[in-house]
């Protein structure tokens, strides 16, 4: 089991950004559980929440947001997301656009494209529980006083 505190850990090594210009570009990441309920309609509601403990094999989203609190547009901007080892990487949370992945922190591209080397020195088709890290490259330059936020599906191991 995995407390607030330890959550709090985990988070700490999970956002970096890197934008390519200079400028107050404010990051912020959030670990979340879906939590459901029945609405009146008779239908479920699903919404996200600050988990008080979670334990392995459980599903979180990882979510982070960005805002811009200057008075410029800042362009060529990376959000990287490097994974702690507690955590698997499943996939883009829906609503999301998918992130590119690493499976050696070095070079990003889809799951897909991606593979990994045994140690017989064979390669096999990258799954996401060899991703290592996500990112998003912004294609647009955020404007002054622009939010966002990205958000993926994991697990934790």
């Known amino acids: 089991m995995i407390t607030r505190p330890m959550i709090a850990a985990i988070l700490a090594t999970t956002a970096a950004v890197a934008p390519a210009a200079a400028g107050p570009l404010q990051v912020t990441s959030s670990m979340l559980v879906e939590a459901r309920s029945a609405a009146s309609d008779g239908t479920t509601r699903v919404t996200l929440v600050k988990p008080s403990k979670v334990t392995p094999g459980d599903k979180v989203i990882v979510v982070l ?17 490097p994974l702690p080892r507690s955590i698997a990487y499943r996939s883009a949370n829906p609503g999301s656009p998918a992130p590119e992945v690493s499976v050696d922190g070095k070079t990003f591209g889809s799951l897909a494209a991606l593979s990994v080397r045994s140690l017989d020195g064979s390669t096999r088709a990258a ?8 990112r998003w490259r912004l294609a647009s330059p955020i404007p002054a006083g622009a939010q966002g936020q990205f958000a993926f599906q994991a697990v934790l191991k």
Do not use: F, I
């Open 65 to 81: 947001a960005y805002r811009n609190t200057g008075a410029q547009p800042l362009a060529n901007v990376v959000l990287a997301n």
């Open 127 to 134: 799954s996401p529980n060899d991703v290592t890290s996500v």
